[in-house]
Every structure is written in C-alpha cells, then in structure tokens.
C-alpha cells in the first residue's frame, strides 16, 4: 500500500502503482475531481480512497520529522549506509525513552 498526498495523485502513478499489484491510498485533487464530474458517466467512478488508512500517513510523517530533529540524519553525514541506520536507531530509541 502506498500513502501519499494529493501531488502525487495523477493517472500514471495510480496506473503504474496497479500495473505491480500496489494498492494506492491518494486522495484526489479538486481539479481532477472537477474534470471528471465535467466530463460526465463516461469518465468513470472516482479512485478508491480508504480515509483511515490514509490517517496512518500522519503518524509516519510526525515520526520521520521528529527523527530529522537530530542534524546529523538530517544532512546525513555519515559516510556509510550502516553508520546511518545506527543513527536511525538510536534517534529513534530516544522519544521512548524521554518517557
């Protein structure tokens, strides 16, 4: 399942997102919805759209900005790709243990 906001919501990501068997969570821009309803029943129904799978989104951006607090994942200095997971855990370990 991917979760993204409405810039990522256009024919090609939903057709490419289908073609490999992902199940899209995208809601649709206003302009879109606009031209559809233009356009009448030959258009077709609008995308599907799950509004509590979409309400995770929130939880996993909060999570990845409270992680790029720390300046070096941020800027990601370190040189390797292991260093750098260890930074990642050990960020993440500290808002648990603020407790």
């Known amino acids: 399942m991917v979760l993204a906001d409405r810039a990522y919501s256009s024919c090609e990501i939903r057709d490419h997102l289908r ?3 992902i199940r899209a969570v995208i809601p ?6 606009a031209n559809r309803t233009r356009r009448g029943q030959a258009d077709g129904r609008p995308p599907a759209f799950e509004r509590e799978a979409y309400n995770q989104r929130n939880t996993v951006e909060r999570c990845i900005n409270r992680l ?6 941020a800027t990601r200095y370190e040189k390797t ?16 243990s603020a407790r």
């Open 19 to 21: 073609r490999r068997g």
């Open 81 to 96: 790709a292991t260093i750098y997971l260890a930074g990642l855990h050990v960020a993440g370990i500290f808002p648990w």
């Open 28 to 33: 649709e821009r206003a302009d879109q919805r």
């Open 68 to 73: 790029k607090q720390w300046r070096g994942i």
